[in-house]
């Protein structure tokens, strides 16, 4: 159904604002850690993370243009 592709790319979306309200969240709250180790690498997830967002949303807007 063609008329479905409109619902992926919608809830591609709202995923995408999920995940972008997750990230903003930790890089707030990582500044308040004190073990720098932990904070390290809760940034490395995070930056993978923005990756990974920003590639499934362009994966699943691309299957509509």
Known sequence: NPGAASDGVSAAHLL?????????NVEIN????????VAASMRSEVEELKTRTRDLLD???QVTE
């Open 16 to 24: 995408s604002a999920a995940a972008s309200c997750a990230i903003a």
């Open 30 to 37: 990582v500044a308040a850690l004190k073990d720098e180790s």
């Open 59 to 61: 994966r699943h807007v």
